[in-house]
């Protein structure tokens, strides 16, 4: 493919997921938190702080992976950026490829660190690339971390995508092995299995985004861009993002597990924590903001949201990101049933 149709795909991605909107029904709203009336808390007394194993993140939530590799993408990166800077969030690119094939394109990425220098920002990269330009991404913006995305749906949908997989996971694994920051595996929208966390923990991965169905839909993305649109039946695969922390479970004390996919409230991003993420990430909300209301009206919104996040903190006398693992949570028939085929054991304290 030739750089100018790289930057022409990376701009329909950003039209296509701009233009989506969230499922009307999700599975955040078949759980519930239950209300007991009389708090110990009071709101000041909130920390969002998030502790992983090898850093803290002053807010749990996070701007997720979206774009980059072209001129357009630039400037949404910058803005994006901005926000990050002024709020504290962190901050993941999109998938950086088009500059590790392209220098010209780097400059669409490192304007992020450029514009946010002393910011936590995640690098992305694809399965399937090579060691050393791994290495050269996360360099390239000076990452704390790395994402590496994993998009077999998608790549298979995409009319120019991807055929071969066979040596995904050992490059996952020589990956995790070289680079010397943590290795974030991320799924791009269709949820992770238990089956998944094994492995990922068997080849030394410590961090996990389980990015389930319920936002950003690039079976859609890429079905838009097929000249007979003639796999939308697979609009509704893989597991939402409920449905993959629960899959989680026992393995979050050997895997830092990020939650991402279809959150839209803060009420959503308390859910996640409470079944077991450590953080909770969101791109298309963010997109929408920054590009149809500005980066004042972005950081506003991103304030606000942090703030009801206390306000329900307060609620549920949960003082810190760990303690509301440990809060009552009735799960609808449906959840429950997930529950039991899956053979998941769904520890509370």
């Known amino acids: 493919m030739s750089d100018s149709l790289r930057e022409q795909r990376k701009n329909e991605h950003v039209e296509i997921a701009m233009s989506q909107h969230d499922a009307p029904q999700s599975d955040f709203d078949k759980l519930r938190f239950v209300h007991h009336s009389i708090p110990s808390i009071n709101v000041d007394q909130v920390d969002l702080t998030s502790h992983t194993s090898h850093f803290d993140m002053q807010s749990p939530v996070y701007i997720n992976a979206m774009t980059g590799g072209s001129d357009w993408t630039k400037q ?67 990452a704390q971390a790395l994402q590496i995305h994993v998009n077999s749906p998608q790549e298979l949908v995409m009319p120019e995508g991807n055929r071969e997989f066979v040596t995904w996971m050992d490059n996952i694994e ?40 319920g936002g950003t839909n690039f079976v859609d993305i890429e079905n838009e861009r ?31 597990v990020f939650a991402s996919g279809g959150l839209r409230t803060p009420l959503d991003a308390l859910k996640s924590l409470a079944l077991g993420a450590k953080a909770v990430g969101m791109s298309r909300p963010f997109l929408n903001q920054v590009e149809q209301s500005g980066i004042t009206n972005t950081i506003e919104y991103v304030e606000s949201f942090l703030n009801h996040m206390k306000k329900i903190m307060t609620m549920l006398d949960a003082k810190d990101i760990d303690s509301l693992t440990h809060k009552d949570i009735v799960f609808s028939p449906k959840l429950l049933s997930w529950i039991e085929q899956r053979g998941l054991d769904i520890h509370r304290g």
Do not use: C
């Open 76 to 142: 949404i990166n910058e803005k994006l950026a901005v926000v990050a800077r002024e709020t504290g969030l962190a901050m993941a690119v999109g998938s950086t490829h088009a500059a590790l094939r392209n220098p010209k394109m780097a400059d669409t990425f490192n304007i992020v660190r450029q514009t946010n220098p002393e910011g936590m920002i995640f690098s992305n990269v694809g399965a399937d690339v090579p060691v050393e330009k791994a290495l050269q991404s996360v360099e390239l913006l000076e």
């Open 226 to 256: 097929r000249s007979n649109k003639d796999m939308d039946y697979l609009t509704q695969w893989g597991q939402s993002t409920v449905e993959s922390l629960l899959e989680s479970t026992d393995y979050q004390d050997k895997l830092n």
């Open 174 to 213: 020589a990956i995790v092995n070289r680079v010397d920051v943590p290795v974030i595996v991320k799924e791009v929208g269709f949820g992770m299995s238990k089956e998944t966390f094994k492995s990922l923990a068997e080849i030394g991965v410590q961090y996990v985004d389980v990015s389930g169905r």
